[in-house]
């Protein structure tokens, strides 16, 4: 499969802030920005797949070799004024902020997976992998007065080189169904700063075992258990070891000293199975060393400065149900809702931290087929409230639809999708540091955005997908990509 495409969008915000001085609450100064990101790149990408059947017990050899790239710029305009309290413009600008970030990023993936199933019901599967990557980026800072800020261009040169192999042999005994895997990894990752002119260099090597347990009960009934632990790299802008100017108050910076987190995770859980449906009820325990934590800091004057730090860890501990009904052929229905206990500590500016919590998140999927090759879909999706590194976040609630239309055998697919239909997503973040500062942030995003994807199949080909076979896990839906 080959792709290529030009790739064009663009945002804009309106921001109003206003300064005061502890501990009177009479604000001193108020400010108006206004700001639009025009975005443009070009991206390709092609997916090579064989696979080789060596027996008729199915053992095969499976090869997949992946390439993308992309070419972009990424442009931000500022303006900003001095307003009075209504929030009236006085007078012209009293700065214009222009920035530009060009990036240039590459990626090659290569795949070898073996299986080998034997006759009395066990399998055993073996891979390898690497996975190579590397971004140019070039950011260009422009002001109008030109020596009010610090010119915060500069240059960033990334890349990651991955280098794994896996083992995992399933069997069953006693009537048991188990499932035990190992892999390990290398990572050599390097970014280099020209303004700094220094490397951030990490040689890691890592491993990650597994294990899934199962029994089948009468009447469909199954009993599991599982651990499992996961590396979740940084990326982006939270690598990225320069400041990027936000508004006149805020500033972002990058930390290219980032580590991966590690996720080590547990679940007990019940299935029941009926007529293509399934209940599910699940306890789980997470736990996350080296969090990734977005702080914030007070800076000159009254700039603050956000970055990313890790923090020591983070423990979630709670219950999931799920039901996914599939009563009749033309409806389906997936409901899911968790409630947990969240606990966050660590070390913050040589201070120790702990902050906890009790909250609750919830989706549904509903699926209705009007026709062999029409299908609808609405989804609903609620996060509650949480704590984080120096305040909390406020709950967000969404709702998203797509309808999916096929064509020429299922050969052209065109998927019309409208996203956040009641103009519900907000983001209210709330963070301080006693005596330094304070700040509440309420970010909305454009409802009723309308997307249009149109794909092409050529001799039906489709990507292969690795399933553990974990039925916590199963998200039935309508196969629209959102």
């Known amino acids: 499969a080959v792709r290529y495409g030009e790739f064009n969008s663009g945002w804009d915000r309106h921001l109003e802030s206003k300064e005061w001085i502890v501990p009177d609450t009479t604000p001193v ?8 990101g025009p975005r443009r790149s070009k991206y390709f990408s092609t997916d ?3 696979k080789q059947q060596l027996d008729t017990l199915g053992q095969k050899l499976e090869i997949n070799v992946f390439l993308a790239g992309r070419d972009g710029n990424d442009e931000e305009n500022t303006k900003e004024w001095i307003s009075d309290a209504s929030w009236n413009k006085q007078g012209d600008p009293i700065r214009y902020i222009n920035t530009l970030e060009k990036e240039n990023a590459r990626q090659m993936q290569n795949k070898l997976d073996y299986t080998k199933p034997f006759r009395n019901n066990a399998t055993l599967e073996a891979g390898l992998l690497t996975d190579h990557s590397k971004d140019n980026e070039d950011y260009i800072f422009g002001q109008i007065p030109a020596s009010e800020i610090p010119d915060y261009s500069n240059k960033m040169k990334f890349r990651q080189d991955i280098y794994a192999a896996y083992l995992t042999f399933s069997h069953q005994l006693f009537g048991f169904e188990y499932l035990l895997g190992l892999r390990g990894e290398y990572t050599h990752r390097v970014i280099t700063s020209e303004q700094a002119g220094l490397d951030y260099t990490i040689d890691q090597p890592d491993y990650f075992p597994s294990l899934h347990i199962s029994r089948k009960l009468k009447k469909d009934h199954q009993l599991y258990t599982s651990y499992s632990r996961r590396i979740d790299r940084p990326g982006g802008r939270q690598l990225e070891p320069f400041t990027y100017y936000r508004d006149a108050n805020n500033r972002w910076r ?7 987190e590690y996720i080590n995770s547990f679940e007990l859980g019940w299935l029941k199975k009926w007529k293509g449906s399934f209940m599910s009820l699940e306890g789980f325990y997470k736990n996350t060393k080296n969090l990734i934590s977005r ?7 009254t700039v603050i400065t956000h970055t ?3 923090l020591n860890q983070d423990h979630s501990l709670g219950g999931e ?3 996914s009904i599939d009563a009749v052929k033309w409806l389906s229905l997936n409901l899911m809702g968790s409630v947990y206990y969240y606990e966050l500590d660590g070390e913050l500016n040589g201070e120790p ?7 609750w998140n919830t989706r549904m999927n509903a699926g209705v087929k009007l026709k062999s090759s029409t299908r609808f879909e609405i989804r609903t999706t609620y996060r509650g409230p949480t704590v984080t590194a120096q305040g909390s976040r406020e709950g967000t609630f969404t709702a998203d639809a797509a309808i999916r239309q096929d064509f020429l055998k299922r050969s052209l697919s065109a998927v019309l999708q409208v996203k956040d239909i009641f103009g519900t997503l907000k983001y209210e973040i709330t963070s301080s540091e006693k005596n330094v500062f304070y700040e509440r942030s309420r970010f909305t995003m454009e409802p009723q955005v309308v997307m249009l994807t149109l794909s092409y199949k050529f001799n039906n080909f489709q990507l292969r997908k690795d399933d553990m076979g974990d039925p916590g896990n199963s998200d039935s839906g309508m196969d629209i990509s959102y």
């Open 29 to 36: 100064q108020y400010y108006l920005s206004e700001e639009d």
């Open 308 to 310: 990313f730090v890790n």
């Open 48 to 50: 090579l797949y064989f």
């Open 321 to 323: 149900a799920m039901i």
């Open 295 to 301: 702080v914030s800091e007070a800076s000159e004057g």
């Open 353 to 359: 931290l702990n902050e906890f919590t009790t909250t």
């Open 254 to 260: 990058g930390n290219p000293d980032l580590k991966p």
